[in-house]
């Protein structure tokens, strides 16, 4: 089974209803109708981007530790997965993007280390020593960074969830 995670930007007013049980986290995740806020689709770079990020595997420090893997678990499947759907409210998605941005490509790939990565067991298991690992990880990992300003720029929370 593979896993792949993705963000979402939603308004504040909609997380809201989300929290009071107002709207259906499904009908958000999985609506069709043409979305303006269409998801972030991550692939299997999201654990890469959250080791680049933190120096750990699942371990980090605030804000950037939320980027992929953090916020607070919603619905129904918070207490029935080991990956439930989690948010991000307004103020921790513009927190995020503030450490992002201040985070170079340079400093980012110093921080990219296959040997580790191994080590840690970053998902998906690669060798990570490939010139195209490093480049699909850094390509997600500017959509990445692009999303968060939106989603800043529009005072926008987030959801986020790996399937």
């Keep these: 089974m593979s896993m792949v ?13 989300l ?14 109708d043409g979305n303006e806020n269409e998801p972030l689709y991550l692939d299997k770079s999201w654990h890469a981007i959250h080791y680049l990020l933190n120096g ?4 980090g420090t605030e804000p950037l530790v939320h980027t992929v893997l953090g ?3 919603i619905g129904e499947e918070a ?5 439930p759907t989690r948010y991000l409210t307004v103020e921790q998605v513009k927190q995020i993007y503030a450490a992002l941005v201040i985070i170079s490509e340079e400093e980012l790939l110093k921080r990219y280390n296959p040997e580790q990565m191994r080590k840690v067991d970053i998902y998906p298991s690669l060798e990570w020593d490939d010139d195209g690992d490093r480049e699909y990880v850094m390509d997600y990992y500017q959509e ?6 939106l989603a800043a ?4 929370a987030m959801l986020l969830y790996i399937s």
């Design 5 to 17: 995670a993705n963000l979402q930007r939603i308004s504040s007013e909609l997380l809201h209803d």
């Design 56 to 59: 750990a595997a699942w371990e």
């Design 19 to 32: 929290l009071q049980g107002e709207a259906e986290l499904e009908d958000v995740i999985y609506s069709d």
């Design 153 to 156: 720029a529009s005072d926008q």
């Design 79 to 83: 207490d029935e997965e080991d990956q």
């Design 144 to 149: 990445l960074v692009d999303y968060y300003r």
């Design 71 to 73: 916020g607070t678990p």
